[in-house]
């Protein structure tokens, strides 16, 4: 019975029909399945390829996936760079023949023929041909069979990937075409990451040129809050800045803010305000959106104290050279009437005796006249500003020096001048025109301070001494009045070029910002104690000579 049933499917073709269907369904079921890993092959180029990935990564899964369908050994992609094909990545690393970076040769080149090309190339190597120059590379590594697909971006080529086998490999017009679409979507990959790069490189050049540039930067937003600030701003403010409020942060009236300003006239805006004893120069800009909308404001502060004072300076210097030419003419129009005065009272002094009331009036004469000449040589000395050598000098002499100048005018102000100089004070090094040239700012600022003022009696102190602090030794100079002080409010920007509390006319704010100059310029400082109708206390330290 069961030879019969065998013998009639025999006959029939059931049995036979039954082993190819299964045939069938086998062969069906491993091509779904190469078709799903083409597609997840596909699929995993664009999901895991990102900026972080190294391109060594991205042909390590892909081969990984791809020996799973194809018999494939090793894959090299080559990339244009200026006009030259270069060899960028290689996977596995023990198949590589040519260094990284090796510039592949136009001549006889198959990777050439797939670029002018535009088509994909199989091709199948003897080991005893040598038409192109890639075929000695292959034979080294034991390739036989290659694939070189061209990589096009926007119709452009950017590079060549080689899929090589170490045995004849022959693909079907449905492995070229998913071939094809693996390059095409690497090509993309590729492309985005070299403008991602692009957009990065140029991202962190804006940034670091941001963060290098000396002047203080800032993107605020409308309501005055700070979104970034540069290294120059951090540095200046020492701390962090972000979302701090502009207006406190620069210790501005809100009503005054150039943001408002701005928000009115849409025009930039510039001003100088003074910051912690600095003066800045502010600028601020409107940034606007592509519907010309407001949404940001740039703001720049260059801090100019340094600039102020060397103009300050500089504008002193000018005038102490004005009273130089002055004097000289004056000592050279005075002198010899002077002389001939001086010389003439000293031989009639001799004609009279002390108790004869001419000889009074005559050394009256004779006092004055070299007082005269003593103001005139003060004079010149005090103006000789071009010498500005360092040498030995006394503070002490300074004092002297400028009182010999101003001191008799401020005592017929009905003010009280008390000296208390150490005479055994130290020496410093030190140009004694310009210590003298802050003597008589002090002096000519306390003297103001006490006009303004109606009091019984009028002080001005001039003291000076030695001291020691945190081990250093210095020689001070002080000067006290008991006039008017000084707001507490004004006392973090006096020494600002150009700031003064003085009414018009009567100061130019130079004054302590070109004292304090000097002081720093000799190694010192110049403090300030001040209470509001007690009167101020200047006063200038100095390093005593080492």
Known sequence: MNDRQQLISLLTGV??????????????????KKKNMQLEIINDITKS??????????????????????????????????????????YPAHSLYFPIGFVLPKERSLYWQVIQSLEK????????????VEVAVYNALGIRSVLLIPLISKGKVIGVLSIGSKE??????????????????????????????EV????????ETFRAVSEMIFLIDLEGNVLRYNDAANEFFQGDLYKKDICKLLSINPKESPIVEILETKKPVHRRIH?????????????????????????????????????????????????GEMAAGIAHELNNPLTAILGNAQLLLRSFSKDDRIYKLLFDIYSCGKRCKTIIQN??????????????????????????????????????IQKRLDVSIELIEGNVQQISQIVLNLLINAKDALEEIDIPEKIIVIETKSIVEAGEHWVVLSVRDNGKGIEEQY???IFNPFFTTKRPGKGTGLGLSVSLGIAEAHGGTIEVVSELGKGSEFILKLPKKK
């Open 121 to 132: 190339i199989f091709y199948q190597i003897e080991e005893d041909e040598d038409l192109y």
């Open 168 to 197: 004849k490999v022959v693909y079907d017009e449905d492995d070229l075409s998913f071939f094809q679409q693996f390059c095409d979507q690497l090509a993309v990959c590729i492309e985005n990451a070299r403008l991602y790069n």
């Open 200 to 207: 990065l490189t140029s991202k962190k050049e804006w940034e």
């Open 491 to 493: 006392l973090q920007e």
């Open 275 to 323: 910051i912690q004893q600095r003066v800045c120069e502010l600028r601020s800009y409107p940034v606007l959106n592509e519907k010309q909308n407001m949404y940001a404001v740039i703001m720049y502060l260059n801090d100019i104290t340094e600039k102020l004072q060397i103009e300050a300076q500089l504008v002193q210097s000018g005038k102490l050279a004005a009273i």
């Open 49 to 90: 390829f990102n900026i972080d990935m190294s391109m060594d990564e991205m042909l390590k899964n892909s081969i990984d996936k791809l020996k799973t369908i194809f018999p494939v050994e090793r894959i090299s992609l080559s990339l244009c760079e200026n006009h030259k094909l270069v060899l960028t990545n290689v």
């Open 15 to 32: 049995q036979s029909s039954k082993k190819s269907y299964y045939t069938e369904l086998k062969k069906m079921v491993i091509e779904l």
């Open 379 to 416: 004079l010149l000395t005090f103006s000789r500003q071009d010498e500005y050598r360092f040498e030995d000098c006394s503070i002490n002499d300074a004092v002297e020096q400028v009182l010999g100048l101003i001191g008799d005018q401020i005592c017929k102000q009905n003010i009280i």
